[in-house]
């Protein structure tokens, strides 16, 4: 049981303060640490696979494929994006001449290049050509760990080639690289041809 | 003439005066949590390059520990935290003859069998920080030595996008 505190107590009770100082010195310390190693802007990695030895350019002697056939292999869509001086070259199943396999999209007034109209075209392509998805494919790599990815009607229905100038600096490609990976609809992000392989302008 | 100073004033006891603070405790407590919380781990492993200019994209992919490369105005550099070593010059980069750098090459050979030897995984990573104004021929030569040697997931490091 508590004694009830004496009615004669009459000492004031002395105001403590917690002394703050050591404190303060410790954060004078920590902020100008953490701010020399602060990262102000956030950095990330843009990954880049060469393409294999068997996957590259197709075959110099052999003539163009045709739209959807189908050879020994499975048919390549072949889809070339060539960045030159005045436009935007799209181009399928190794197609140069003018017509719905190869086009061009011209540069904006202000002489940039339509990346919004690029990658509308690049939606109707894999909608018109590529088209939905057929199942899933799987491959052991070398480090003996599955890799798991769609597979389409073409081969290479997840991939594209940037061609450009030699002076083509490269922020304009690793912009071509970002257009041709998703396609946003509806606020939802749509794949496109995330697989981008650099060649050179021939 | 100064007057003497008065007794009373003199015998004046000070009171004791205490500095408050608690603000400033609050002030620093926020700026320390928002520091901390921006400070991430991954941001460590690669601290962009004070030679180049990163170009931006809007990529999400964290930064991992790899052989570093700068390739800049003046040609590809190994990257060791602040003191850049030559590897191919100009001279290299702008040579038609040549579609490898041999300077890159003998590095990332050198490199790779180092791995090996040591028993390390090889797995053919290379991080190369690159100036948003490097034209594409440079590109493609990095990419080829890289290629030749056996070195094939190339990530380049970018500013993020803000959303």
């Not at chain 1, 009830?4 to 010195?25: A, F, G, H, V, W």
Request: charged share 25%; net charge negative.
């Amino acid at each position: 049981m508590a004694f009830k505190p004496s009615q004669r107590r009459s000492r004031e009770e002395e105001d403590t303060e917690l002394n703050i100082t050591p404190i303060m010195n410790l954060m004078v310390v920590l902020i100008p640490l953490l701010l020399s190693v602060a990262q102000l802007t956030e950095i990330a990695l843009l990954e880049y696979l060469p393409p294999a030895e068997a996957a590259e350019a197709p075959d110099a002697g052999s003539a163009p494929e045709e739209p959807g056939q189908k050879g020994g292999e499975e048919a390549r869509l072949s889809l070339v994006i060539n960045l030159t001086e005045s436009n935007i070259q799209v181009s399928m199943f190794n197609k140069v001449k003018p017509g719905p396999h190869f086009y061009e999209i011209p540069l904006l007034p202000e002489g940039t290049y339509d990346w919004k109209a690029l990658n509308d075209s690049l939606w109707s392509v894999k909608q018109r050509e590529v088209g939905p998805q057929l199942g899933l494919d799987s491959t052991e790599n070398e480090f003996g760990e599955w890799e798991y990815f769609p597979r389409f009607k073409f081969l290479d229905g997840r991939e594209l080639s940037i061609t450009a100038r030699g002076e083509t600096p490269f922020q304009l490609i690793v912009a071509a690289m970002d257009v041709c990976r998703f396609h946003k609809e509806d606020g939802e992000k749509r794949e496109l041809f995330p697989v981008t392989v650099l060649k050179q302008f021939e | 003439m100064a007057f003497a100073p008065s007794k009373g004033k003199k015998n004046l006891r000070k009171e004791k005066g205490s500095l408050t603070l608690n603000s400033m405790m609050d002030m620093m407590t926020i700026i320390l949590l928002f520091l901390l919380k921006s400070m991430s781990t991954s941001g460590a492993l690669i601290r962009p390059s004070e030679y180049v200019d990163l170009p931006m994209a809007d990529r999400e992919m964290d930064p991992k520990k790899a052989v570093a490369l700068l390739v800049s105005a003046e040609g590809v550099f190994k990257d060791t935290e602040g003191d850049p070593q030559a590897l191919s010059l100009i001279d290299e980069l702008e040579d038609p003859a040549n579609p490898v750098l041999p300077g890159l090459e003998s590095f990332l050979v050198e490199r790779r069998d180092l791995a090996l030897k040591v028993g390390q995984a090889f797995k053919g990573e290379v991080t190369i920080q690159c100036d948003k104004s490097i034209p594409y021929r440079w590109l493609l030569k990095v990419i080829a030595t890289c290629g030749v040697t056996e070195f094939g997931t190339i990530d380049f490091v970018i500013i993020k996008k803000k959303a």
